[in-house]
């Protein structure tokens, strides 16, 4: 089949709602099973990017879920295991050290490794990417490109915008590392936050409407992108009332969802539902 008009769509969840500052699991399970349904009805694959205290949490949920159309990755901010630093404030050996313990106890909540990986904050240094290789990861999701939160460490000025694979001595730039990295989709032109962050697709950041356009302007550009594997991640965190149908996050998913599916085409742009391990694997292969 042609795939000249391919674009990759994976919907990511940052999964936290055990964080200090949230702390309300019966919500985290509650906006998961919402958010997962929404998926499921229109045919559409995530990845879920777990905390190890919410996998020791709710494990249940993401053993149900992994047999669906849901990849369960791992998701790791230093604060909430005792440290007082974002990740790209770390070493190469303290980075190991830190994630090969989440994978850890995570793998002892849910019974199974966790297969890609996103930092907190989108935070990472140039150590990032090859301690993430080293614990055993083969993909992950950590780039915002153009994001320039340095309190965050998380600095992507003039990152790669395309999936690639990553480099062992600087994050910006394309590499041989034995790793994946999928990087979520943001617009350059729109600077938020006083010029720090660009807008991206996270759902809680705007109405639908607003999404539209944003949708609209991602599918062209990507369609143009002279890449191998092209692709358009979004994200969101389970801290939303994705089940109730009256709540505005679900409303402005669904219609967000309806939109991609207009627009695509339009544009006539077709849309292959993927988690970020398979828009990896689909690069791998491309790449040989
Ligand atoms: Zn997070």
């Not at 205290?53 to 604060?79: C, M, N, V, W």
């Not at 990507?222 to 009256?246: P, S």
Request: aromatic residues 10%; hydrophobic residues 40%; contains cysteine.
């Amino acid at each position: 089949m042609d795939s000249s008009n391919e674009v990759f769509v994976c919907w990511t969840i940052d999964c936290e709602a055990t964080q200090k500052s949230i702390a309300d699991v019966s919500l985290g399970i509650r906006s998961l099973r919402g958010y997962a349904d929404l998926l499921n009805e229109t045919g559409l694959n995530s990845t879920l990017f777990v905390l190890p205290s919410d996998a020791e949490a709710y494990p249940e949920l993401l053993r149900e879920l992994a047999k669906e159309r849901f990849e369960i990755g791992l998701h790791y901010h230093p604060h909430e295991e005792g440290h007082d630093e974002f990740c790209g404030a770390y070493s190469y050996e303290n980075q190991v050290a830190m994630y090969d313990m989440a994978i850890r106890r995570f793998t002892d909540a849910v019974g199974f490794r966790p297969t890609s990986f996103r930092t907190g904050s989108f935070s990472a240094n140039d150590m990032t990417f090859p301690a993430v290789a080293q614990v055993g990861f083969r993909c992950c999701s950590s780039s915002l490109p153009e994001r320039r939160m340095t309190k965050f460490r998380a600095n992507w000025s003039g990152a790669v915008p395309h999936v690639h694979f990553a480099h062992s001595s600087n994050r910006l730039l394309e590499g041989d590392l034995d790793l994946v990295e999928v990087p979520v989709t943001g617009d350059p032109d729109s600077m938020l936050w006083s010029g720090l962050h660009p807008q991206d697709l996270r759902v809680e950041l705007f109405d639908a409407k607003n999404q539209f356009f944003l949708i609209d302007k991602m599918l062209v550009r990507e369609k143009a992108r002279a890449a191998k594997v092209r692709a358009i991640v979004t994200l969101t965190h389970n801290i939303f009332e994705y089940g109730r149908v009256d709540d505005f996050r679900h409303v402005t998913m669904k219609q967000m969802i309806a939109d991609f599916q207009s627009l695509a085409r339009k544009h006539e742009v077709r849309l292959v539902p993927a988690t970020i391990g398979q828009i990896a694997d689909a690069y791998r292969a491309s790449s040989i």
